[in-house]
C-alpha cells in the first residue's frame, strides 16, 4: 500500500515531466527531487510527534511551514515550473527554515538541525549546480558564524522555549538514524536509477549498431551475390578478363563485410 501510495503521487507530480524530457539527466534529476520533498514530508510525522510531546510551539509552527512549503513545490514541479528552479527553491527551503527553527530554540546546532544542513547542501550540488550550492554554504557560514557571534559575546537575543539538554540527547540519536535512512534512501536510488538509465542507454545503441550491421552486411552479401552470378557467367562464357575482373570484386566486398564485423565501418580499400 505505501509502495502504491508513492507510485501514485510521483506519476501525479512528475509524470508529465518523466514523458516530456528525453534527457536522461534531466529525469534521474525529476526523479530525485521528488524523492527528496516527498522524504522530506515523511520525515516531518516524528517531528511533528516531538514536538507535540515537548510542546515546543515553535517547533510545530515552523514544521508547519515546512509542510506548506514542500507541498508548494510539488504543485510547482506539476504544474510544469523547471525542475533546476523546484530544486534549487527545495534546497534552500530546507536550509533556511530549520536555520529559523534553530535560531528560535535558543541558536541550537545539534544534528536534528546540522543534519538537515548537510542534507540539503548535497542535494543542491547533485541536483543543481556549483553556483546554487556555494550560495546556499555562504549561507549556512554566516548563520553559524551569527551564533558564534551571539554566544560569544553573550548576547541576549529573542528565543522560545527549546528543548532541554536532556530532551536534545534523547531525540538526536531518533533523528540521527532518520535522516542516514533517508540520505540512503534519497541518494541511493538516484545513482541507482542513473545506473539504469546508462545500462537502457547502452542496450539501445547496441540495438542500433547491430540493426546497422545487419543492413549493410546484407547489401554486402546480395553485392556477392551478383557478383557469384555474374563470375560464373563470364566462366561459362571464356571471358577471363572479366571473370577476374568480378572475383576482385568478390574479394573487395569480402573485405569491406569483415571489417563492418570488426569495426562497424568499411574499410579504406
Same mark, same amino acid.
Given at each position: 500500500?505505501?509502495?502504491?501510495?508513492?507510485?501514485?503521487?510521483?506519476?501525479?507530480?512528475?509524470?508529465?515531466?518523466?514523458?516530456?524530457?528525453?534527457?536522461?539527466?534531466?529525469?534521474?534529476?525529476?526523479?530525485?527531487?521528488?524523492?527528496?520533498?516527498?522524504?522530506?514530508?515523511?520525515?516531518?510525522?516524528?517531528?511533528?510527534?516531538?514536538?507535540?510531546?515537548?510542546?515546543?510551539?515553535?517547533?510545530?509552527?515552523?514544521? *508547519?511551514?515546512? $509542510?506548506?512549503? =514542500?507541498?508548494?513545490?510539488? !504543485?510547482?514541479?506539476?504544474?510544469?515550473?523547471? %525542475?533546476?528552479? @523546484? &530544486?534549487?527553491?527545495?534546497?534552500?527551503?530546507?536550509?533556511?527554515?530549520?536555520?529559523?527553527?534553530?535560531?528560535?530554540?535558543?541558536?541550537?546546532?545539534?544534528?536534528?538541525?546540522?543534519?538537515?544542513?548537510?542534507?540539503?547542501?548535497?542535494?543542491?550540488?547533485?541536483?543543481?549546480?556549483?553556483?546554487? *550550492?556555494?550560495? $546556499?554554504?555562504? =549561507?549556512?557560514?554566516?548563520? !553559524?558564524?551569527?551564533?558564534?557571534?551571539?554566544? %560569544?559575546?553573550? @548576547? &541576549?537575543?529573542?528565543?522560545?522555549?527549546?528543548?532541554?539538554?536532556?530532551?536534545?540527547?534523547?531525540?538526536?540519536?531518533?533523528?540521527?538514524?532518520?535522516?542516514?535512512?533517508?540520505?540512503?534512501?534519497?541518494?541511493?536510488?538516484?545513482?541507482?536509477?542513473?545506473?539504469?538509465?546508462?545500462?537502457?542507454? *547502452?542496450?539501445?545503441?547496441?540495438?542500433?549498431?547491430?540493426?546497422? !550491421?545487419?543492413?549493410?552486411?546484407?547489401?554486402?552479401?546480395?553485392?556477392?551475390?551478383?557478383?557469384?552470378?555474374?563470375?560464373?557467367?563470364?566462366?561459362?562464357?571464356?571471358?577471363?578478363?572479366?571473370?577476374?575482373?568480378?572475383?576482385?570484386?568478390?574479394?573487395?566486398?569480402?573485405?569491406?563485410?569483415?571489417?563492418?564485423?570488426?569495426?562497424?565501418?568499411?574499410?579504406?580499400?
Amino acid at each position: 500500500m505505501a509502495l502504491n501510495t508513492y507510485r501514485t503521487i510521483g506519476n501525479a507530480v512528475i509524470g508529465k515531466v518523466l514523458h516530456v524530457t528525453t534527457d536522461s539527466k534531466d529525469r534521474c534529476n525529476a526523479r530525485l527531487l521528488f524523492d527528496y520533498v516527498f522524504f522530506h514530508l515523511l520525515l516531518l510525522i516524528p517531528k511533528y510527534l516531538i514536538g507535540l510531546y515537548t510542546r515546543n510551539t515553535t517547533e510545530l509552527l515552523l514544521s *508547519t511551514a515546512f $509542510l506548506v512549503t =514542500l507541498i508548494s513545490c510539488l !504543485l510547482l514541479v506539476r504544474k510544469g515550473v523547471p %525542475v533546476k528552479t @523546484i &530544486s534549487i527553491l527545495a534546497a534552500f527551503l530546507t536550509l533556511i527554515i530549520p536555520a529559523a527553527c534553530s535560531f528560535l530554540n535558543s541558536q541550537d546546532l545539534s544534528p536534528r538541525y546540522s543534519m538537515v544542513w548537510i542534507v540539503s547542501i548535497l542535494f543542491c550540488y547533485i541536483a543543481t549546480d556549483i553556483r546554487a *550550492t556555494l550560495i $546556499l554554504g555562504g =549561507l549556512l557560514c554566516g548563520y !553559524l558564524s551569527l551564533v558564534a557571534w551571539i554566544q %560569544v559575546n553573550h @548576547i &541576549s537575543v529573542y528565543s522560545t522555549p527549546g528543548f532541554t539538554p536532556e530532551q536534545s540527547l534523547t531525540f538526536n540519536p531518533i533523528l540521527t538514524a532518520f535522516y542516514i535512512l533517508f540520505l540512503i534512501r534519497v541518494l541511493g536510488a538516484h545513482y541507482k536509477n542513473i545506473f539504469i538509465t546508462e545500462h537502457e542507454r *547502452t542496450l539501445q545503441k547496441q540495438k542500433q549498431h547491430s540493426s546497422l !550491421l545487419s543492413q549493410h552486411l546484407t547489401k554486402q552479401f546480395i553485392i556477392l551475390k551478383g557478383l557469384s552470378r555474374s563470375g560464373k557467367s563470364k566462366y561459362l562464357d571464356g571471358n577471363k578478363e572479366l571473370l577476374e575482373a568480378c572475383l576482385v570484386e568478390i574479394e573487395k566486398q569480402c573485405e569491406t563485410a569483415i571489417s563492418y564485423l570488426d569495426n562497424g565501418t568499411p574499410s579504406d580499400n
